[in-house]
């Protein structure tokens, strides 16, 4: 864990396994390729699609 120092002249130190964990959760939360071409096409549907989108939640909802 980063712990503040109390001397003046010394640095701040990481620990290893604070490090170690910072990796692991940059690789868990990376989107697939699937997942990433899916939310590229949401960025690209304009308002209209959207709803219609959201139409045919709200029906495949209630079947």
Known sequence: AMKHPK???V???LD???E???VATKQVHRPSPLE???MNVLD???F????EIGECLKVDAFE
């Open 7 to 9: 001397d003046k002249d």
């Open 11 to 13: 640095c701040f130190k």
């Open 16 to 18: 290893a396994t604070d």
């Open 20 to 22: 170690a964990i910072m």
């Open 36 to 38: 990433q071409a899916l």
């Open 44 to 46: 690209d549907l304009d």
């Open 48 to 51: 209209d699609e959207e709803n």
